[in-house]
């Protein structure tokens, strides 16, 4: 009985921690996103180099297989840096369709390829989870046809991974498709629009008769932004600490006056059981697979309500400041702001949830 | 991180089971009611010795002092308590646990041998004697004096909130022995027999209808002055080391994740208008954010016991259990009662009262516990302090009148 990260597993988040501490500043985040770019090359570098895309493909793939855990170390490490670097389609969703319901052919061209960063994907999901839209992507002869709203990751992508009813997915090249850039509130992550008109495809031939894949991917992508959360909030709570420690007020730190002590003190007792359930959740995906889908409904949910709780308190710690753009401080409460909708709402997830249980 | 217990924990649960199966009819509750107060006091003590016998109760506690005398294990003490509960039987107690500790970690030798083993083997019973009217969160300002009188302490004063005080044998009480000194370094450790002539318990009714508490008042009650535990001017200190153990007490996700359970169970039985209350989306969505709470606090005491288990302090994970976990607590009641709408309104025995009552009984009571044994308030301040570092509230000069 171990519940805790291994040596290997702390070493892995630092690393990552301490690259993006470096190498993906707020500075360079403004400076990336002024555009509405929302990839930056010299992270995508980087980040490869440290084998991040590769954290779940096998290794005669050119991947490190380390698991799910790992993943989600990583994804709290970005979230907590605000990063822009597509990491929880391109590095874990698709590596997992691909890996458990791709054919040899599609594992061999497009694995080794995502390890080394030459090609990232956009996930087109919206059809099997909070579909708005009245023109439903339907398949047939091998072509596509339909709109896809808010698809993650989906401007700088060299393909698309497209999800119909039935839970079967398909591959597309983006060039073969109508793409709009959609403008969230957080520019660290692309949304877009993208409409199909008897595009060519490539089903991943695992997911035909067996919806429990896309399902799986789901649960998966749906943690990894839970962690994601986690790591977005733990800045904003540390930042907080931090500003309450330093700034004064009637000749004190604000820190000491219970009413700004509290607020951090709340903050962190909702935020530190989060950490338990990501961890939870993430190793469950390998170790007791028969608990995931559950657990990582809640944690999508929980994240998502905590991590509000967190944005806003964080926010209110600083005073005026945390409502300046000069702070910066909103990148994070934004970021946090656009991961509780994707993949499933909280009360969408928690309902799932119910029906999981049997109630 | 694995969750799986290794082959030698494995036997140990497994030796605990058979123990269990084959002892577990002589348990008190499990042996019928048609017994004498008397016979069911010998029961409940004949249980004790038995677990403390086979390392299953007072584990960590010295042979000599009546202990199991076993290698403290964080895993076992988890195992024994999952055991019990999943058996749904009576587990075994280590004496009191804020008195028993704290008199092993700074008792004399013989006042080890005087007050240990007839606690462990459930003969001496105590009561907390702390909080005082006027001292509550800021306890270290109590009044309660004792003074030397000859070869004795004389205490005048008044303790609150001091649960089982009616039923106690002893208890273990602050008192102010240095009024010139600094308050904290002012106070004293006593222990004494509740029978000592001078002391007055009188029932304190809470809003439970429920007399779960006590006031205790002294007037010149007399003891020796060798029944003080540490020395004169240092009971804060040894106090500090009690609720250290108390504290870890308030808030325990199991029973947070049993009361899920119960909720559950009472909102697919109930019907409103003709639906049942579990598929009115309202009360549902509410359910399941408890749920996901629970879980969170769950997986965090795993990170606790692993903490614990290499011997490290479990900092943040542990200093918050108190705050969540009666909080939830007392949310998981409220959703019941709001659910049940005027029937979650029903108390004394009232006609269609549900679950006896339990709900709003656990819904007062754990407002109770929010503010007991360190508010809700103090909590932040530990957390705020001691887990993140902020300053603390600067002193005020006395105020001079």
């Known amino acids: 009985m171990d519940f805790a990260l291994s040596e290997e597993q702390q070493f892995l988040q630092s690393t990552v921690s301490d690259y993006l501490a470096a190498n993906c500043t707020l500075d360079r985040v403004r400076d990336c996103v002024k555009d509405f770019q929302t990839t930056d090359p010299n992270l995508t570098e980087g980040l490869v180099a440290l084998g991040v895309p590769g954290v779940v493909i096998p290794e005669e793939f050119g991947g490190t297989e380390l698991g799910y855990l790992e993943a989600a170390l990583i ?47 956009g996930i087109a999901f919206t059809e099997s989870i909070g579909r708005r839209v009245t023109n439903p ?123 700004v002590k509290h607020m951090c003190a709340e903050m962190a007792a909702e935020l530190e059981p989060c950490r338990s359930l990501v961890w939870y959740a993430a190793h469950s995906v390998l170790a007791i697979p028969s608990e995931t889908h559950l657990v990582a409904c809640h944690a999508k949910a929980h994240l998502a309500e905590v991590g509000q709780f967190v944005a806003r308190k964080s926010t209110e710690v600083h005073g005026g400041m945390g409502f300046t753009d000069l702070l910066g401080l909103h990148y994070w409460f934004k970021r946090i702001g656009l991961n509780r909708q994707l993949l499933g709402t909280p009360d969408q997830v928690r309902e799932e949830a119910a029906q999981a249980q049997g109630w | 991180m694995d969750l799986e217990y290794s082959a030698e924990y494995e036997q140990y ?5 058979k123990f269990l199966d084959e002892n577990k009819h002589r348990s008190p509750g499990m042996v019928g009611t048609a017994f004498t107060g008397e016979e069911r006091e010998k029961i ?19 042979k000599e002092y009546g202990g199991a005398g076993q290698e403290p294990d964080p895993l076992k003490a988890h195992i024994i308590a999952e055991e019990f509960a999943r058996y749904r039987v009576r587990p075994g107690h280590s004496g009191d646990n804020r008195l028993v500790p704290t008199v092993l970690d700074l008792g004399t030798e013989e006042q080890k041998r005087w007050l240990v ?66 308050k904290h370094q002012g106070i004293s450790y006593l222990v004494f027999s509740m029978k000592t002539p001078g002391i007055d318990v009188r029932p304190l009714v809470t809003m439970t209808g429920e007399a779960t508490f006590n006031e205790v008042f002294f007037t010149d009650v007399r003891v020796p002055t060798t029944q003080i535990i540490g020395k004169r001017g240092e009971g804060w200190f040894v106090a500090n080391n009690t609720l250290k153990y108390e504290r870890e007490g308030l808030g325990d996700p199991n029973q947070a994740e049993s009361r899920l359970r119960e909720v559950v169970a009472i ?3 109930e019907t409103v208008d003709g639906q049942r209350i579990m598929d009115n989306p309202v009360y549902r969505d509410r359910l399941l954010r408890l749920q996901g709470q629970v879980l969170a606090m769950k997986y965090n005491s795993m990170r606790i016991l692993t903490s614990r288990s290499k011997g490290e302090e479990p900092g943040l994970p542990r200093w918050i259990v108190k705050l969540q976990g009666c909080e939830l607590n007392h949310q998981l009641a409220g959703l019941v009662i709001d659910a049940l709408g005027e029937l979650g309104t029903l108390y004394y025995n009232s006609p269609l009262l549900r679950d006896r009552g339990m709900w709003q009984q656990r819904y007062m009571m754990d407002l109770g516990l929010i503010i007991g044994g360190g508010t809700a308030q103090i909590q932040k301040n530990i957390i705020g302090e001691r887990a993140l570092g902020l300053p603390k509230e ?8």
Not at chain 2, 394 to 401: I, R
Request: with cysteine; glycine share 8%; hydrophobic share 35%.
């Open chain 1, 75 to 121: 994804a709290e490490a970005l979230g907590g840096s605000i990063a822009p670097f597509p990491f929880i389609g391109t590095s874990v969703i698709a590596p997992y369709l691909i890996t458990h319901a791709g054919s040899d052919e599609q594992r061999a061209s497009l694995l080794p390829k995502i390890t080394t960063g030459e090609i990232q994907f």
């Open chain 1, 137 to 259: 992507t339907q398949a047939n002869d091998g072509r596509l046809s339909g709109e896809q709203t808010f698809v993650i990751d989906g401007s700088d992508c060299e393909l698309i991974l497209i999800s119909t009813e039935g839970g079967e997915v398909f591959v597309v090249e983006s060039p073969a498709v109508e793409r709009e850039e959609l403008k969230s509130i957080d520019r660290t992550r692309s949304l877009t629009r993208v409409k199909l008109d008897n595009t060519p495809c490539e089903v991943l031939p695992g997911t035909v008769d067996d919806p429990t894949l896309l399902s799986h991917a789901l649960d998966i992508g749906r943690i990894m932004i839970a962690a994601d959360t986690l790591g977005a909030a733990q800045t904003m709570l540390d930042k907080s600490v931090e500003y309450a420690g330093e700034r004064k007020q009637f000749n004190r730190v604000i820190g000491s006056f219970q009413a």
């Open chain 2, 13 to 17: 649960r497994q030796d605990l089971r």
């Open chain 2, 44 to 62: 409940a003590r004949d249980w004790q010795a038995l677990l403390i016998e086979n390392g299953y109760a007072a584990r960590t506690i010295p």
């Open chain 2, 117 to 182: 083993p007839p606690t462990l083997r459930g003969e001496m019973t105590w009561c907390q004697g702390y909080s005082e009217p006027q001292s509550g969160s800021d306890l270290a300002s109590l009044s309660t004096r004792a003074h030397v009188d000859g070869d004795d302490f004389v205490i005048n004063g008044q303790k609150i909130w001091t649960s089982g005080a009616q039923r106690a044998d002893m208890i273990f009480c602050l008192v102010r022995t240095e009024p010139e000194a600094p």
């Open chain 2, 267 to 269: 909102l697919e039985r």
């Open chain 2, 394 to 401: 600067p002193k005020y000069a006395e105020v001079s009148s």
